[in-house]
């Protein structure tokens, strides 16, 4: 299983739009612009299609600014209700992983925050194409020994899920978005692979039989 972190994993909504939102006065861009653009993708995405005039020095000096605002803020961060579906991934003994749109400073520090500690944590950093290029989820399959048909990507945003598909893997769907599955939080996924786990061991007891 491959999640997403901001909004799938961590609450950290408020916090990524009270950053956008003074980043837009600092750069002169309308803020409802750059809040309708700004969820799920890389920093330097967003700045690239905002001001597409900016080369690409101007481009990494604002991601970095927009960077810097997220790491003073981080005081509302929390867990979705994660933990309660890790927990049943870790009693199933199924791989995952987080793949995040964000550098590894702020995902560091926003998972640690939440109490959350992935065995493979994949950021910004690792990849040359954030999403929606599926680089970041086909590199953590691997890393994990999975095959991509295998995995099952959770995410809250557009470019995240058009990775998980372009990577040749299903897709669960948060925040009213189209999925394989479409969930109304993390729990609703646990319940369903306790649901699953438990009818797979009732049918091996019953061919045992």
Known sequence: MLLDMDGTLVDSDASVERAWITWAGEYGVDARTVLALAHGSPAASTVRRLLPGLGE??????????????????????????????????????????????????????????????????????VRAGKPDPEGYRRAADLLGADPAACLVVEDSEPGLAAGR????????????????????????????????????TDLRTERR
């Open 57 to 126: 020095d101007g481009v990494a000096e604002a991601a970095r600014r927009q960077h810097a605002l997220q790491y003073d803020d981080p005081s509302d961060v929390a867990a979705t209700g994660a933990h309660g579906l890790l927990a049943e991934l870790d009693r199933l003994g199924l791989p995952w992983a987080v793949v995040t749109s964000a550098d590894g400073r702020l995902a560091e520090a926003r998972l640690r925050r939440a109490g959350i500690d992935p065995p493979l944590l994949l950021t910004i950093d690792d």
């Open 166 to 201: 372009a990577a040749g893997m299903l897709t669960a769907a948060l925040r009213g978005l189209d999925g394989d599955l479409r969930l109304l939080d993390l729990g609703q996924l646990a319940h369903l692979l306790r649901t699953e786990s438990g009818r797979r061991t």
